[in-house]
């Protein structure tokens, strides 16, 4: 058996050991964690601790504990920790042996060679450090090769074709961009372009402010008479709840007893929502797009150019991120390999690949079909009651859950029903039905009482849909089984029902000709976005006065008589004086 070569991302936030064994990549975990931040220290008895342990103790020793070594390799400053000081290659070291054992320890044998993975930016000084780091550690650096081009790597392995992919990795504390080109087996970096202090830090810093000033507002109390502990404890419930936004509407932000006023304890409860959130991180977002550009620029190229874009670092989660991306290039970014994981990945594909094994692509276990409700929106610039929302987006891994907030439409609606839905299409009614349930005896109050809906796909394809009251906990729920497979099935039918009525064969609104049933899904539309306008002019009736009902009674009659004879025209003209009504009223 040839020797075992490793793969390692050694980062700044965290590091992770990935090998690629038989045709299969592990990423090797320690107590359920495959990641080890990279963090090193000493305890109180100068015992080491590498990883977790010593990230808790940065909290109440920062003294005793060194982070993001990462930033100093190359340079000559020496660390100090404990009554000693360290180079950042003996501090890098120290994290390399740890994995290094991680991996001893997984593969039931000794290692001595490693595939390291750094920055593109990296100098040749700061990789030269990295390779001195592997030695002091006991492992031959085999190949160092570029973070970006390992993320490629994983995703790109197994395609023959070549391609322009965009690389954006956004960490903890480092942003970066690059432009890579795949062709055969050969990636290479083009261009690139990053922010060496932009990252989820920055958005954690965001909300920690965003509690203190809500701290100072509700209790009066300021960030100076805060101990340091509980503003350590503030930080970790920021990161808490800005990963808890990344699939839900709102974050509850709760910690006890922070400070004390008069003898009375100060306890912290705050709500946080996404939308708050996205507005507090725009700037951050918007800087990453600039880059993107810049980057493009570098390799004289245009985002029409570019064929894919794979994502890197654990903040890319965050929506905002992948939301922007889609905007600007038209086309979803990918995700679906764990964006922490996948450089590490790349890494032992490499390895393998040195060590002579056929490296073919990672399989992960992803959902090939996207799952949503409907809501009450605009669709072609129209009131429409079955806009399409995605909850679960196709190519995202399973398990997963994401809620979504809704709002209900009329003062005391007492009532709302979820469909569920698979597809793509922003019109609902043109995906595939897959669920009903109704929620009933909704408390009484003004419109808009907020409704969120969660979606949860579990390992085995089951489809948990939850919808909850948010003001009193009320919920219904209801769990498709066999969720991916079944609609394999209904996909067939709906294609089915598609191509027979391309034949005019099958479906009864389309066998029979010249009724009033609409015939194109457009019509269908139509009909479908104007009996929602006549529903809404009828909410309005209360509360206008007798001439413009007179109006709007006689537009809706107008209405009513051009869909029973399929006037598209007449239809169109009334449902747009109707909406002008409307406009006005509601302005
Ligand atoms: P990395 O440097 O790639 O390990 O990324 C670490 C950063 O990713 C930290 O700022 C984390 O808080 C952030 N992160 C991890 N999970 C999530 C998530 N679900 N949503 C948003 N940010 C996340």
């Known amino acids: 058996m040839s020797e075992v070569i490793v793969g390692i991302d050694l980062g700044t936030t965290n590091s992770e050991v990935a090998v690629w064994q038989n045709g299969k990549l592990t990423i090797i975990s320690e107590n359920d964690s495959k990641l080890i931040p990279s963090f090193v220290g000493l305890d109180n008895n100068n015992a080491l601790l590498v990883g977790e342990p010593a990230k808790n103790q940065y909290m109440v020793y920062p003294e005793r504990t060194i982070k993001s070594v990462k930033r100093k390799m190359g340079e000559d400053d020496k660390l100090s920790l404990g009554e000693n000081s360290y180079s950042p290659q003996e501090i890098s070291a120290i994290i390399l042996k740890k994995l290094k054992k991680m991996a001893e320890n997984h593969l039931n044998c000794e290692v001595h060679k490693a ?3 750094v920055p593109a930016y990296f100098s040749d000084i700061q990789r030269q450090a990295t390779r001195e780091a592997g030695d002091i550690a006991g492992l031959e650096v085999v190949k160092m090769i570029n973070e970006p081009t390992a993320a490629a790597l994983t995703y790109e392995s197994g395609h023959q074709d070549s391609r322009r992919i965009l690389v954006y990795d956004l960490g903890g504390g480092t942003f970066d961009v690059s432009v890579v080109q795949v062709e055969d087996d050969i990636i290479e970096v083009v261009a690139g372009h990053g922010n060496n202090h932009l990252g989820g830090d ?3 810093h965001k909300i920690t402010q965003h509690i203190i000033t809500h701290l100072h507002e509700e209790h009066g109390i300021s960030e100076a008479e805060l101990s340091p502990g509980a503003l350590a404890r503030i930080e970790r419930a920021a990161e808490a709840a800005k990963q808890t936004l990344s699939d839900n509407p709102f974050a509850e932000i709760s910690e006890e007893y922070l400070a004390e006023r008069d003898g009375v304890p100060i306890n912290l409860s705050l709500e946080l929502s996404r939308m708050e959130y996205e507005e507090m991180i725009t700037p951050f977002i918007d800087e990453t797009l600039e880059a993107v550009h810049i980057a493009l620029k570098g390799a004289k190229l245009t985002a029409s150019d570019i064929e894919e874009i794979v994502l890197v670092g654990g903040s890319t989660r965050t929506p905002l991120v992948k939301n922007r991306l889609t905007e600007e290039f038209g086309f979803h970014p990918r995700g679906e390999i764990n964006p922490d994981l996948c450089v590490a990945s790349g890494a032992a594909m490499q390895a393998a690949m040195i060590g002579g094994e056929k490296v073919s692509a990672v399989l992960v276990d992803i959902t090939p079909y996207t799952f949503g409700t409907s809501a009450f929106s605009e669709l072609d610039g129209m009131p429409y009651p079955h806009v399409f929302v995605p909850l679960i987006e196709k190519n995202t891994p399973i398990p997963v859950a994401k809620s ?11 009532a709302v029903e979820v469909t569920v839905y698979q597809g793509e299409n922003i019109d609902a009614l043109q995906n595939i039905s897959i669920g009903k349930f109704r929620v009933e005896g909704l408390s009484k109050g003004p419109a808009n009482n907020k409704i969120i809906i969660t979606c949860e796909l579990d390992k085995d394809g089951i489809l948990h849909v939850t919808a909850k009251e948010k003001n009193s906990g009320l919920q ?9 497979s079944r609609f394999e099935e209904n996909e067939l039918d709906h294609a089915k029902n598609k191509i027979a009525s391309l034949f005019n064969e099958g479906r009864e ?7 009033a049933t609409p015939k194109s899904s457009t019509e269908r539309k139509m009909h479908v976005q104007a009996k929602a306008l006549v529903e809404k002019a009828e909410r309005l009736f209360d509360d206008v006065d007798p001439d413009d009902r007179e109006e709007m009674v006689n537009l809706i009659e107008e209405i009513n008589d051009a869909m029973a004879a399929n006037n598209s025209d007449a239809m169109a003209e009334a449902v747009e004086g109707l909406s002008e009504i409307i406009y006005y009223l509601e302005s």
């Open 509 to 515: 609104d389309i066998e029979e000709e010249n009724t």
């Open 202 to 204: 920055d958005f954690d």
């Open 404 to 414: 979504e907030v809704f709002g209900t439409m009329y003062d005391d609606q007492e």
């Open 115 to 117: 595939v390291i993975t």
């Open 476 to 484: 219904r729920n209801i769990s498709i089984n066999n969720a991916i």
